[in-house]
């Protein structure tokens, strides 16, 4: 009986996760009310605050259920460790993109927190979080670019820290107006493309050779 209790009590904080997931996303964070998420998961204010302490908890523990984009791609630096650095960004680059198109969970979960959350107050720890993963991105993208200018044997025409800036931007705005056209381009197709484009621009070239993980 026991852990039958412990099985609901688990099943009713992943409803109420996965509600809050879907009001959040239609309703914007802060709009929504504890009371419209406690309906769309069939349960009471009374379940909500046995789970969590208020609405920025139970936010912040929406959040810490996915890994999000940047946050994967900064991990899939060390699965391609065995590539040249130009294969290895390609790679990593295809990583982020299929993530982001093909996963509608961390999708919703990385809009909400792109455009439907104000970073005030005890939801700011998730805007520290979204910059210590875009840091920590840019940084490994910036290592790749400077070992790839050592290899290259000349300078590229943008320092490695400016190129890796760049770069960065360059796959945060498709992602961004992706997003905000609801998919209104193909993100995968556009988005090899355009790193392509740009590593060709600083005068870098490849074989396709994919990543352990099968990405290429």
């Known amino acids: 009986m026991v852990r039958r209790t412990k099985e609901d009590a688990n099943a009713t904080r992943h409803s109420l996760l996965d509600a809050a997931e879907t ?12 009371h419209e998420i406690a309906l769309a998961a069939g349960a009471t204010r009374g379940a909500i605050y046995w789970h969590f302490k208020d609405k920025s908890d139970l936010f912040n523990a929406m959040m810490d259920r996915v890994t999000l984009p940047l946050e994967q791609a900064c991990g899939e630096f060390d699965n391609c460790a065995g590539l040249d650095p130009v294969q290895r960004l390609r790679g990593v680059m295809h990583v982020l993109l299929e993530q982001v198109a093909t996963d509608a969970h961390t999708r919703r979960v990385f809009e909400i927190a792109l455009f439907r959350v104000e970073y005030v107050s005890e939801l700011v720890g998730v805007r520290d979080r979204h910059i210590t993963a875009s840091l920590a991105f840019t940084e490994a993208i910036a290592r790749d670019f400077a070992l790839a200018e050592q290899a290259l044997g000349r300078p590229l025409p943008l320092p490695a820290d400016a190129a890796a800036t760049a770069l960065h931007a360059l796959f945060d705005g498709l992602i961004r107006n ?14 090899q493309g355009a790193c392509d484009t740009f590593l060709r621009g600083l005068g870098l070239q490849w074989t396709d050779v994919p990543c352990p993980r099968g990405v290429g």
């Open 23 to 34: 009001v959040f996303h239609e309703r914007g964070v802060s709009r929504a009310s504890l």
């Open 178 to 191: 992706w997003l905000l056209t609801e998919g209104g381009f193909d993100l995968r197709a556009v988005g």
